[in-house]
Every structure is written in structure tokens, then in C-alpha cells.
T-cell receptor
Framework: DAGVIQSPRHEVTEMGQEVTLRCKPI?????LFWYRQTMMRGLELLIY????????DSGMPEDRFSAKMPNASFSTLKIQPSEPRDSAVYFC??????????????FGPGTRLTVT | AQSVTQLGSHVSVSEGALVLLRCNYS??????LFWYVQYPNQGLQLLLK??????LVKGINGFEAEFKKSETSFHLTKPSAHMSDAAEYFC????????????FGQGTELSVKP
């Protein structure tokens, strides 16, 4: 398997623009997670899905952020409008809910977002 | 609810020295425990995990960790540090009733001096 795939790897945009980050989880995994990592706040869980259904979005910072998972192989995280404080590395991770795999998560390479 | 505390945001060791990264957890149910490593400009990679059974767990790259229930600890060790071990290390906890969610510590940056 190719692992978790994220695109783009780098995104530079101007304040006020819409940004869409994409993620393809590992095939067969039924959990998908979106994280944000910054120097100041560390690694933060934004939202996660189980079988394409959002389970916990309490980490989403504000209404400018939204996430969707239209099918088992694709998810998006959208920021509209973007602000400079959204600059961070955004990670997608997936996991299998089977007891054997014990919720170990597999991370993508991340998208480095810079909002100017 | 679960929580994780990593003691020391930065640890520096000499090449060949023992590596010890500390992690304490809080959990009201038997926990699953994980150590992840993050190399610069990469995502997190699983080093090792504890679920049930043997309390000493061996992982990749010569790392191991011991689950100590009485101390609520899951410290990560490696007998001899290599320069390539320089990275950030995250401890995480989950529970079978948490729907796959992991609670991560704040991370410990490991530096290895020649």
C-alpha cells in the first residue's frame, strides 16, 4: 500500500482565499483523522471520521474550517476564508478499528500551509 | 478521560549514550500506549505500541518501552543513541472505548551530539 496520501505537499496562499487540503487514507481503514501542527500549539486533533461519518469535530477552531469525507477513499479539509494564523502543517492519518490493530494511526507526509 | 504528560520538551544525549524519554499517562480504563517518532519535514511514524500482555515492548530502530501500571508510565529507551535518532518523539494513549482517538503528549525533541 502507498500509505496515506496528502495533497498538495505545500500551499502558499493569500489571506482571504479558500484553501482545500486533500487526503486519501490507507485502503480498508475505517477511521480518518485531521491534525494541525504548529510550534506554539503542538499537534492538535481537528476532526475525525469513522466509516465516513464525522464523530468528533470539537477541535475545529472555528466556522472557517470544514471537513468532508464523501467516500471511504477521500477526505477534504477546507479553510474559507484563510488567515495568516492558519499557517501550519496539516496531517491526515488513518487507522483500522479492528482490535488486532488497536487504533494505531498511520500518518501522511503533511501539507505545509502558509497564508500571507 | 485520558491524558499524557511527557517530561522534558528537549533531551540531549551524546552518541552512544542511553536514551530515556519519559511518558506518564492517565486513564480510567486499561490503556493502549504508543510511541511515535517524527523526523524533520515528515509525518509521525509508529515506533512501538503496548496493548496487552508483555509489559516490555520492542519497536523499530532498537527502541523499547516498558508499561508500568503502578507508576502509570511508559518510558522509551534505547541503549545506545545514534545520530540518526535525532527527531521529535510523541507518546500517545488510547482506550478501547474511545473510538480510535489517540491523545498525544506535547512531544520531546531528542538531540544527539557527536
Amino acid at each position: 500500500d502507498a500509505g496515506v496520501i496528502q495533497s498538495p505537499r505545500h500551499e502558499v496562499t493569500e489571506m482571504g482565499q479558500e484553501v482545500t487540503l486533500r487526503c486519501k487514507p490507507i485502503s480498508g481503514h475505517d477511521y480518518l483523522f485531521w491534525y494541525r501542527q504548529t510550534m506554539m500549539r503542538g499537534l492538535e486533533l481537528l476532526i475525525y471520521f469513522n466509516n465516513n461519518v464525522p464523530i468528533d469535530d470539537s477541535g475545529m477552531p472555528e466556522d472557517r474550517f470544514s471537513a468532508k469525507m464523501p467516500n471511504a477513499s477521500f477526505s477534504t479539509l477546507k479553510i474559507q476564508p484563510s488567515e495568516p494564523r492558519d499557517s501550519a502543517v496539516y496531517f491526515c492519518a488513518s487507522s483500522s478499528g479492528t482490535p488486532r490493530h488497536s487504533h494505531e494511526q498511520y500518518f501522511g507526509p503533511g501539507t505545509r500551509l502558509t497564508v500571507t | 478521560a485520558q491524558s499524557v504528560t511527557q517530561l522534558g520538551s528537549h533531551v540531549s544525549v551524546s552518541e552512544g549514550a542511553l536514551v530515556l524519554l519519559r511518558c506518564n499517562y492517565s486513564s480510567s480504563v486499561p490503556p493502549y500506549l504508543f510511541w511515535y517518532v517524527q523526523y524533520p519535514n515528515q509525518g509521525l511514524q509508529l515506533l512501538l505500541k503496548y496493548t496487552t500482555g508483555a509489559t516490555l515492548v520492542k519497536g523499530i530502530n532498537g527502541f523499547e518501552a516498558e508499561f508500568k501500571k503502578s507508576e502509570t508510565s511508559f518510558h522509551l529507551t534505547k541503549p545506545s543513541a545514534h545520530m540518526s535518532d535525532a527527531a521529535e518523539y510523541f507518546c500517545a494513549v488510547s482506550a478501547n472505548n474511545q473510538g480510535g482517538k489517540l491523545i498525544f503528549g506535547q512531544g520531546t525533541e531528542l538531540s544527539v551530539k557527536p
